[in-house]
């Protein structure tokens, strides 16, 4: 039960892990790649401040995301039907503000390390949650509210 929580097998694919465990294993991945491959970079006392503005903003970015969609009556839960597309708030900019969110926490520790190798990662957790997360929901998306759905693609970028 408790690892339902956690990954879900899914038709189609192997194994898909829930993007705040994503967000986990490329946070643990960035203090790893901090310590194994220590590649520091110039301007590091901008970075800490830096850092922590990402940090407000990222979990800013998400939590209003994710209370958006409670009042929509709404679930954010990744793999569930959704029963309203909404379109407001930080979604009329982004498709995915909470991937977002979680994308600049990634950034922020990379700069809080003042670590290179660190924020390298950030590019490979944007193709991790594009394959293993967002083109599954787009699919499911696109099944429960059709037209609705493709034209708010057309014009709303997936990222920034």
């Known amino acids: ?20 465990v994503w967000f ?10 901090n310590r ?5 970079f110039a301007l590091a006392e901008a970075t800490r401040p830096l850092a922590l503005l990402l ?8 939590l209003w995301a994710a209370v958006l969609f ?5 679930t954010a839960h990744p793999y569930a039907e959704a029963s309203r597309l909404v379109t407001r ?7 995915n503000p909470m991937y977002l969110g979680l994308l600049l926490l990634l950034i922020a520790i990379g ?15 944007i193709l991790v949650i594009n394959r293993c997360n967002i083109l599954p929901e787009e ?14 693609q057309s014009r709303t970028r997936r990222w920034i």
Request: aromatic residues 14%.
């Open 1 to 20: 039960m408790r690892q339902e929580l956690l990954i879900r097998k899914e038709k189609g694919f192997s194994l898909r892990l829930y993007p705040p």
């Open 24 to 33: 986990l294993i490329f946070a643990a991945a960035a203090l790893v790649a």
């Open 36 to 40: 194994l491959l220590p590649l520091s």
């Open 55 to 62: 940090t407000l903003v990222g979990g800013l970015i998400a």
């Open 70 to 74: 409670r009042w929509h009556d709404t």
């Open 89 to 95: 708030g930080p979604y009329r900019y982004i498709r």
């Open 111 to 125: 700069l809080w390390l003042q670590s290179l190798s660190a924020l390298l990662l950030s590019p490979l957790f």
């Open 139 to 152: 699919q499911r998306l696109l099944q429960s509210f059709g037209e609705a759905y493709r034209e708010y």
